[in-house]
């Protein structure tokens, strides 16, 4: 779950004394970025990413009101339902899922200075974006002048965000085709995206090059009515989307190479994804985890299971755990709560026991009820020795993280900065002025307990031996 990576602006007036234009008809924004308010609970508990919706309101007080309200729908469940459904639903007046993400998008719009909603504004004034980074909104030039003083700070990269978030859009249609194909160079040179680059340089240049000459790329700009950035510009948000794609199956080779993990297992290994969400399931390009088969050239076959209450209803649900063919890779999601899908699939046998577990931004540090919905599975992976690597945003979160699984007296194997990060900027929606963080920024690997008073018997018997 991760709901942290919110933003979501691309249509933009045309000049900051244009009112608000109307959305272009053609710009869809992608289904993923709209994940940090489209998960819960499917049982009563704690609901996880609810509260991730409704902490927009300590940010900007009405807004999830607003956000309901804009989209037709009554409560959180309702947006829920149709989130989850991914098929057009009759009833709350769109035609498709893309068009409510469309519409979602325009209701996430508030003064980034004085909080104030488009409904709080008096008169004839609307909110203008800024015509730099076009990423943040103003109620009028008062408040856009004393925002300046933050807002300069990340201007720049927000505007980044701003193209990304656009150009995205060619991989959902697939205008934009991630390189594929065997490394040419041996996994152990592959040490982060500067290696991983000069590798695929030659490749990446063709298909870089022909996206960037394509008739969608042209469509892309002038339906949203907005001037092309320049050539060198493209390609590098074309490059940062690419590690934003392939992040998630890279950072999982990471886990299984610094934990150790056989790849060479005859029927196949196993790794489980724990609090998967829609990010990784409602937009699935398997293509995107073919790079674990490049990275691991000789392996017998990877399992790799979603586990999470938000995970899309039409990711593949076949979970089985016959022996898989040498090279293929297996993609399957499991919709629930991890310690109750260990008691029900893994302990039972009917599904392959982990090799390796990875979570993706669990966001346990970030209050309390989110750390209870996760205590019982942090324990399990703890108590039963399963290696696991977990990701988290930015070095505050690192520091945090890392304090709640040394309380817990998990034995920390290695921390740190991801080699293969997402280098695609992120805004915080609530907070739009925040500095954008980046997927899988920092990892942390643990496997088991420590036990300091259990090493130091240890210790003391050998020594008494000697
Ligand atoms: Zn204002
Ligand atoms: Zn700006």
């Given at each position: 779950?991760?709901p942290?990576?919110?933003?979501?602006?691309?249509?933009k007036?045309?000049?900051?004394?244009?009112?608000?234009?109307?959305?272009?008809?053609?710009?869809?924004?992608p289904p993923?970025?709209?994940?940090?308010?489209?998960?819960t609970?499917?049982?009563?508990?704690?609901?996880?990413?609810?509260?991730?919706?409704?902490?927009?309101?300590?940010?900007?007080?009405?807004?999830?009101?607003?956000?309901?309200?804009?989209?037709?729908?009554?409560?959180?469940?309702?947006?829920?339902?149709v989130?989850?459904?991914g098929?057009?639903?009759?009833g709350?007046?769109?035609?498709?899922p893309?068009?409510?993400f469309?519409?979602?998008?325009?209701?996430?719009?508030?003064?980034?200075?004085?909080?104030?909603?488009?409904?709080?504004?008096?008169?004839?004034?609307?909110?203008?974006?800024?015509?730099?980074?076009?990423?943040?909104?103003?109620?009028?030039?008062?408040?856009?002048?004393?925002?300046?003083?933050?807002?300069?700070?990340?201007?720049?990269?927000?505007?980044?965000?701003?193209?990304?978030?656009?150009?995205?859009?060619?991989l959902?249609?697939?205008?934009?085709?991630?390189p594929?194909?065997p490394?040419?160079?041996?996994?152990?040179?592959?040490?982060?995206?500067?290696?991983?680059?000069?590798?695929?340089?030659?490749?990446?240049?063709?298909?870089?090059?022909?996206?960037?000459?394509?008739?969608?790329?042209?469509?892309?700009?002038?339906?949203?009515?907005?001037?092309?950035?320049?050539?060198?510009?493209?390609?590098?948000?074309l490059?940062?989307?690419?590690?934003?794609?392939?992040?998630?199956?890279?950072?999982?080779?990471?886990?299984?190479?610094?934990l150790?993990?056989?790849?060479?297992?005859t029927g196949?290994?196993?790794?489980?994804?724990?609090?998967?969400?829609?990010?990784?399931?409602?937009?699935?390009?398997?293509?995107?985890?073919d790079?674990?088969?490049?990275?691991f050239?000789?392996?017998?076959?990877?399992?790799?299971?979603?586990?999470?209450?938000?995970?899309?209803?039409?990711?593949?649900?076949?979970?089985?755990?016959?022996?898989?063919?040498p090279?293929t890779?297996?993609?399957s999601?499991?919709?629930?709560?991890?310690h109750?899908?260990w008691?029900?699939?893994?302990?039972?046998?009917?599904?392959?026991?982990?090799?390796?577990?990875?979570?993706?931004?669990?966001?346990?540090?970030?209050?309390?009820?989110?750390?209870?919905?996760?205590?019982?599975?942090?324990?399990?992976?703890?108590?039963?020795?399963?290696?696991?690597l977990?990701?988290?945003?930015?070095h505050?979160e690192?520091?945090?993280?890392?304090?709640?699984?040394?309380?817990?007296?998990?034995h920390?194997?290695?921390?740190?900065?991801?080699?293969?990060k997402?280098?695609?900027?992120?805004?915080?929606?609530?907070?739009?002025?925040?500095?954008?963080?980046?997927?899988?920024?920092?990892?942390?690997?643990?496997?088991?307990?420590?036990?300091?008073?259990?090493?130091?018997?240890?210790?003391?018997?050998?020594d008494?031996?000697?």
């Amino acid at each position: 779950m991760a709901p942290r990576s919110q933003r979501r602006r691309h249509k933009k007036p045309s000049s900051p004394v244009a009112p608000m234009a109307e959305t272009p008809p053609k710009v869809m924004t992608p289904p993923k970025t709209v994940n940090p308010v489209s998960l819960t609970l499917s049982k009563p508990g704690p609901s996880i990413d609810a509260l991730g919706f409704f902490s927009l309101e300590k940010n900007v007080p009405g807004l999830s009101q607003l956000i309901l309200q804009k989209l037709n729908m009554k409560s959180y469940d309702d947006y829920k339902l149709v989130i989850d459904g991914g098929i057009p639903i009759s009833g709350f007046g769109f035609r498709c899922p893309q068009e409510m993400f469309q519409r979602l998008e325009d209701t996430f719009r508030f003064c980034a200075q004085c909080r104030a909603l488009p409904s709080g504004l008096s008169g004839s004034k609307v909110l203008r974006c800024c015509t730099r980074c076009r990423n943040v909104y103003y109620c009028g030039p008062e408040c856009q002048r004393s925002d300046w003083p933050v807002h300069k700070r990340v201007c720049q990269e927000l505007h980044l965000v701003a193209v990304d978030h656009l150009v995205e859009w060619l991989l959902v249609t697939g205008d934009f085709v991630l390189p594929s194909g065997p490394w040419p160079w041996p996994t152990k040179v592959i040490q982060g995206w500067d290696t991983w680059f000069s590798m695929r340089a030659l490749q990446l240049d063709a298909s870089l090059d022909a996206v960037l000459g394509s008739q969608a790329m042209s469509t892309l700009w002038a339906s949203v009515r907005q001037p092309r950035p320049a050539s060198d510009v493209l390609q590098g948000s074309l490059k940062r989307l690419l590690t934003d794609a392939l992040s998630r199956p890279l950072t999982l080779g990471l886990g299984l190479q610094a934990l150790g993990i056989d790849v060479g297992k005859t029927g196949g290994s196993t790794v489980h994804v724990v609090g998967a969400s829609h990010v990784e399931t409602f937009l699935p390009r398997p293509g995107d985890y073919d790079e674990l088969t490049y990275m691991f050239p000789g392996h017998l076959g990877l399992r790799v299971i979603m586990v999470g209450v938000d995970v899309a209803t039409g990711f593949s649900q076949s979970t089985s755990t016959s022996s898989l063919k040498p090279g293929t890779i297996q993609l399957s999601s499991h919709r629930g709560l991890y310690h109750d899908f260990w008691e029900e699939q893994v302990e039972t046998g009917q599904i392959a026991h982990p090799d390796l577990v990875v979570g993706f931004h669990p966001g346990f540090h970030s209050s309390p009820d989110l750390m209870e919905a996760w205590l019982p599975t942090l324990l399990l992976l703890r108590d039963y020795k399963i290696p696991t690597l977990l990701t988290v945003y930015s070095h505050q979160e690192l520091t945090a993280s890392l304090q709640i699984l040394v309380d817990l007296g998990t034995h920390i194997t290695a921390y740190g900065a991801n080699p293969f990060k997402s280098l695609k900027p992120e805004q915080v929606y609530s907070n739009p002025n925040k500095q954008p963080v980046y997927c899988n920024a920092y990892y942390i690997m643990f496997l088991g307990s420590f036990h300091p008073l259990e090493q130091r018997q240890l210790e003391e018997e050998v020594d008494g031996k000697v």
